[in-house]
């Protein structure tokens, strides 16, 4: 078997289960935090908001195993959407197709018709500039954005690692997040979508 065969393979979730705990395990070893938006504040830091902004003036370096661990995300994204691609869209419940297509977002039944991992319906430029655009990427764009910062860190930092710490505020901020979810889902979403 080709090693291009091997990885591209399903995996059984507990495999990636095994990496993550593993991973969590040597960040508390090592002293260290996991948690991606981190990396804004980190970025921001570096570019010199810290003269402007108390919040951004900070030792960014003691910081920089976060930059390489972004850096490697954005490479793994891109090997694993060239060379690693499946030639099928993503995979979702035919419930969960049901309810899009009940809202008018399509998802594609072949590759021509795209990836499937976010609805071109609604993730488009066309769509930008109308009022559910601006809701949905705007507005929602800063929601999160503003979200994570005021939450002190964002779902894989608080699912992960604050959870994993057994942190009391990570438990909180990951039960709001299943709410929140559920609160788009069912009502926020269907809403915008019949603008």
């Not at 490697?72 to 969960?96: D, K, M, N, R, Y």
């Not at 894989?156 to 788009?184: D, E, K, R, T, W």
Request: aromatic content about 12%; some cysteine; hydrophobic content about 50%.
């Amino acid at each position: 078997m080709q090693i291009i065969e091997f990885i591209s393979q399903p995996w059984h979730w507990s495999i990636s289960g095994a990496i993550i705990a593993l991973v969590m395990f040597l960040l508390i070893y090592f002293g260290q935090r996991f948690g991606v938006s981190s990396s804004f504040k980190t970025f921001c830091s570096m570019g010199g908001a810290g003269k402007k902004y108390e919040y951004f003036n900070y030792d960014w370096k003691s910081h920089s195993w976060l930059l390489t661990f972004i850096l490697g995300a954005v490479i793994g994204g891109a090997i694993a959407s060239t060379i690693l691609a499946s030639p099928e869209p993503v995979q979702i419940s035919q419930a969960t197709i049901n309810d899009l297509a009940n809202m008018g977002i399509a998802t594609p039944q072949n590759i021509t018709e795209g990836t499937g991992y976010v609805p071109t319906d609604l993730f488009n430029f066309e769509t930008l500039f109308s009022l559910k655009g601006i809701l949905v990427m705007v507005l929602g764009g800063f929601l999160i954005g503003f979200g994570t910062r005021w939450a002190g860190g964002c779902t894989s930092g608080h699912a992960i690692s604050g959870m994993s710490n057994l942190q009391l505020p990570s438990l909180v901020a990951v039960i709001g997040f299943f709410i929140g979810g559920l609160l788009m889902t069912h009502l926020l979403l269907p809403l915008i979508l019949s603008l």
